[in-house]
């Protein structure tokens, strides 16, 4: 699924997100694009840390996973207020289509307008 989110230039670019590289991408804007900063992480009670590689952590499922990204967005950006997250309108934020438990489409970028655009 396309979507535009800010690159490390804060310029809005068009990514190809699931919910794996969604975290990653967030996770790389959290340390500041240096990869080596976001393997190494220190914040282990980011509830994205197990997460933050791209990779499924043993013994942890794509439901735990989707569980992760709606507990970091209630906890780290919406002060531990549930109701916040489902009105979040940080478009612009890698997780933002996986903040609940179903997908917000909302600011998916159909394929089919890109190519046009991309056509003349």
Same mark, same amino acid.
């Given at each position: 699924m396309l979507f535009y989110i800010k690159d490390k230039n804060n310029r809005l670019v068009l990514k190809d997100? /699931?919910?794996?590289?969604a975290i990653k991408a967030l996770c790389n804007n959290c340390s500041a694009w240096a990869t080596r900063q976001r393997q190494?992480?220190? %914040?282990t009670e980011c509830q994205l840390h197990p997460y933050r /590689?791209? *990779?499924m952590p *043993?013994?942890?499922t794509p439901s735990d996973r989707a569980k992760a990204i709606n507990d970091y967005c209630r906890d780290w950006c919406c002060m531990g207020r549930s109701a916040e997250v489902k009105i979040c309108h940080i478009t612009t934020c890698p997780l933002f289509a996986w903040r609940t438990w179903r997908v917000d489409r909302s600011t998916? %970028?159909?394929e089919m307008d890109c190519l046009r655009d991309m056509n003349g």
């Amino acid at each position: 699924m396309l979507f535009y989110i800010k690159d490390k230039n804060n310029r809005l670019v068009l990514k190809d997100l /699931n919910k794996r590289r969604a975290i990653k991408a967030l996770c790389n804007n959290c340390s500041a694009w240096a990869t080596r900063q976001r393997q190494t992480c220190p %914040v282990t009670e980011c509830q994205l840390h197990p997460y933050r /590689n791209g *990779e499924m952590p *043993e013994g942890l499922t794509p439901s735990d996973r989707a569980k992760a990204i709606n507990d970091y967005c209630r906890d780290w950006c919406c002060m531990g207020r549930s109701a916040e997250v489902k009105i979040c309108h940080i478009t612009t934020c890698p997780l933002f289509a996986w903040r609940t438990w179903r997908v917000d489409r909302s600011t998916m %970028v159909d394929e089919m307008d890109c190519l046009r655009d991309m056509n003349g």
